[in-house]
T-cell receptor, first 113, second 114 residues
Framework: AQSVTQLGSHVSVSEGALVLLRCNYS??????LFWYVQYPNQGLQLLLK??????LVKGINGFEAEFKKSETSFHLTKPSAHMSDAAEYFC???????????FGTGTRLLVSP | EAGVVQSPRYKIIEKKQPVAFWCNPI?????LYWYLQNLGQGPELLIR????????DSQLPKDRFSAERLKGVDSTLKIQPAELGDSAVYLC????????????FGPGTRLTVL
């Protein structure tokens, strides 16, 4: 069965610093991979998704992620953190479509001034 | 365009009491999902509807949980009786029909069972 592992339940960065949130997947076949963001008291919002086209995927709010099959990774990055990026981020995997999502445990991003 | 609407946003009940959550999906979205999100965890799918039909309810604990989507629009998730371990956030999501459409999530209902 497919799964994702998010390394680090909390990541702290300073405003303007690089953001790197890690996600490794486990799947026997090429998966679809997703990053979602959850702001306090709000639902999840899709940041970006990988669907086997380009390995470098650009999303909303300046985020991007790179699919690396050799490392089974799909890490999320943003060159310069903004205070408004503080939220919980979830990596998810699915097979054969977008309907059966399996989420990681999430990483809380803290941004300090 | 209005997003996915859920109510109530917060609910506090005593154990063994029943509780119900309501979800109104985005207009035109035939597919509706209910997720359970425990504290510090990612969402886990409970049930997926295609119109009125529950097409994936393999993770729904059917001894105490039930769901319905009678007219293929709004949906209700019920727990009877609630247990302490049911304290969590219950998320509803919806999407257009078909396997490659984005899921849009509601804000969730936070349930506390005392």
């Amino acid at each position: 069965a497919q799964s994702v592992t998010q390394l680090g339940s909390h990541v702290s960065v300073s405003e303007g610093a690089l953001v790197l949130l890690r996600c490794n997947y486990s799947s026997s076949v090429p998966p679809y991979l997703f990053w979602y963001v959850q702001y306090p008291n709000q639902g999840l919002q899709l940041l970006l998704k990988y669907t086997s086209a380009a390995t470098l995927v650009k999303g909303i709010n300046g985020f991007e992620a790179e699919f690396k099959k050799s490392e089974t990774s799909f890490h999320l990055t943003k060159p310069s953190a903004h205070m408004s990026d503080a939220a919980e981020y979830f990596c998810a995997v699915s097979l054969g479509g977008f309907q059966k999502l399996v989420f990681g445990t999430g990483t809380r991003l803290l941004v300090s001034p | 365009e209005a997003g996915v609407v859920q109510s109530p946003r917060y609910k506090i009940i005593e154990k063994k009491q029943p509780v119900a959550f309501w979800c109104n999906p985005i207009s035109g979205h035939n597919t509706l999902y209910w997720y359970l999100q425990n504290l510090g965890q990612g969402p886990e799918l409970l049930i997926r509807y295609e119109n009125e039909e529950a097409v994936d309810d393999s993770q729904l604990p059917k001894d105490r949980f039930s769901a319905e989507r009678l007219k293929g629009v709004d949906s209700t998730l019920k727990i009877q009786p609630a247990e302490l371990g049911d304290s969590a956030v219950y998320l509803c999501a919806s999407s257009l029909a078909g396997p490659y459409n984005e899921q849009f999530f509601g804000p969730g209902t936070r349930l506390t069972v005392l």
